[in-house]
């Protein structure tokens, strides 16, 4: 029952429909923090370092010695999409959800924490523990993604808003298009980001002082103070996550019903895999069918190649350009992170002083975001070249730009999640949320290739900035085109037409082909006659 004495009836047999309390939310953010951490500190500072020192190892070229960490990832990324297609259906049925997110979220920490065990002898081993911990990493992020749209919605100040019956007209969103739903969603993402990115701060400072003071010591291994900060890391992640094994909620999802004819005869695990992979396909075609999802799914496509090509770029060029060493290359990192906290918490300010709506919040994110690659396009300027400082000719410059990429992650990483949750079909968020992580990694390789090919071609990395400029645009018209009213109503559409109605379960029969139909005309056109719309 909401505070507003509104009884809000379930969709389905078994689903929770009680109000989101702050010690579920507290669980949540709990364990988005404690993946964060293995994000920041292992991903994306000792992991590669670690692997690099292994790689001697294992080929005695030195040459190898980058390839092998890049290689490693290669896989890892290529593992994370395979397994994200092989769960993420299956997880929004029935408990699936909950505890597919405790089992990657404690295996990731588990695989972490083993680095202590790499030697010389058992090198292989460390490349295998870094893919374990991608994929876990991936995965517990899209799950624990797929659970904010529950939560949001079932938060007592979007209950309040909502209608206890249908209206075409969707009262509950303001003209804008923006719901309740969704401004809980953003303020809910975005503290979640910020608490992420403080505690990542913290362990990796932390790491840093662990580091220092192993290096004073005498080991066998060179890479052996690497691994005990990896060993740390493994800790804190399982530490953190224990509180939201207590407190996050199961939310469950439909029962899943493996009824189909050619089914039957497979075991229980090839069932659901068989299961899983064809739904991933008709996730595909359903939201192509959704115009506004797919439109916002290229959005993210572009804004993701952006977003690692800005990174990539931004180091390639602070290493050869600037002549950084690794020390000067973590400050920065840092700097980053810090300021990303500052971001993800200063932008909803923003959004609600200013009266934005989400999208344009992320269109302003964007734009931001541009000031990187023009201000490195400044150094091209004969006048300012010839003052030696300015257009990123001094080392020193680039340290107020890792606070702008920082500022700007802090609000993407937060309204990007949010806005999609309200676009997708409610009960299928962990495939579309899959979906959502297989986009962003897909895209991962397109832009910082043809800075490759720039750089090889010119000699020189700064060229690049041009390129950079150019695909930091891109999304902006594809943003500002949707519109977050018309794909709520066609997201809530389809869902009805997938069978989420009172007292039913769901099987691969119910997960119907929409082909034929457009979400506006077929979809809104379709409900059965026993529906109830509490949402």
Not at 381 to 405: D, M, N, R, S, T
Not at 445 to 472: E, M, Y
Not at 479 to 485: E, G
Request: aromatic share 10%.
């Amino acid at each position: 029952m909401a505070e507003d004495g509104r009884v809000h009836a379930p969709r389905y047999d078994g689903e929770d429909v009680s109000p989101t309390t702050a010690r579920e939310l507290r669980g949540w953010y709990a364990i988005g923090l404690a993946a964060e951490i293995f994000a920041v500190c292992g991903v994306g500072s000792f992991a590669p370092v670690t692997l690099e020192q292994l790689a001697p190892l294992t080929t005695g070229r030195e040459t190898s010695t980058a390839s092998f960490a890049m290689y490693t990832f290669s896989i890892a990324v290529l593992v994370q999409a395979l397994v994200l297609v092989s769960f993420s259906p299956v997880a929004d049925y029935g408990l699936h959800r909950k505890r597919l997110l405790m089992a990657f979220a404690f295996t990731g920490a588990a695989a972490t924490a083993a680095f202590l065990l790499v030697s010389p002898q058992i090198y292989l081993l460390g490349p295998a523990l870094i893919v374990t911990g991608v994929v876990c990493l991936g995965s517990t992020f899209v799950l624990l993604n797929s659970f904010l749209p529950l939560l949001a919605a079932h938060h007592p100040e979007a209950m309040r808003s909502q209608p206890t019956s249908t209206d075409a007209e969707n009262p509950y969103l303001s003209p804008g298009g923006t719901s309740a739903g969704l401004t809980l969603s953003t303020q809910i993402s975005s503290k979640g980001v910020g608490l992420g990115y403080a505690a990542a701060v913290s362990v990796q400072i932390l790491s840093i002082g662990l580091l220092l003071l192993l290096k004073r010591s005498q080991f066998a291994s060179e890479s052996t103070p690497l691994r005990c900060v990896l060993f740390m890391v493994g800790i804190f992640w399982a530490l953190l996550t224990i509180p939201g094994a207590l407190w996050l909620r199961d939310r469950p999802g439909p029962p899943l019903r493996l009824a189909a004819p050619y089914s039957r005869r497979l075991p229980a695990v090839l069932q659901y895999l068989t299961f899983a992979w064809s739904s991933v396909w008709k996730t595909v075609r359903t939201a192509a069918k959704l115009r506004q999802t797919w439109v916002f799914l290229t959005a993210w496509f572009l804004l993701s190649d952006a977003i690692a090509t800005v990174s990539g770029t931004a180091i390639l060029f602070a290493r050869t350009e600037l002549h950084m060493g690794t020390i000067p290359i973590a400050l920065l990192s840092i700097t980053a992170t810090i300021s990303g906290i500052a971001g993800a918490f200063t932008w909803p300010r923003i959004s609600k002083r200013f009266n934005l709506e989400t999208k344009n919040t992320i269109i302003a994110c964007v734009l931001m975001m541009e000031i990187i690659p023009l201000y490195g396009l400044l150094g091209f300027i004969p006048f300012v070249k010839a003052w030696g400082v300015g257009g990123l000719q001094q080392a020193w410059e680039i340290y107020p730009l890792g606070f702008v990429h920082g500022f700007v992650m802090g609000g993407l990483s937060s309204y990007c999640r949010s806005f999609y949750g309200e676009i997708i079909p409610p009960g299928s968020e962990a495939a579309f949320y899959a979906l959502y992580a297989i986009t962003d990694k897909g895209s991962s390789a397109v832009g910082p290739a043809l800075v490759g090919a720039i750089v090889d071609s010119v000699g020189t990395i700064r060229p690049a900035f041009g390129f950079l400029a150019v695909l930091i645009a891109l999304p902006i018209p594809l943003v500002y085109l949707i519109d977050v009213r018309k794909g709520r109503t066609e997201a809530e559409a389809l869902s009805r037409h997938l069978g989420y109605t009172a007292g039913r379960g769901i099987s691969m029969e119910d997960y119907g082909d929409v082909e034929g139909e457009t979400a506006a005309e077929g979809l809104l056109g379709r409900r059965d006659s026993g529906e109830r719309e509490d949402r």
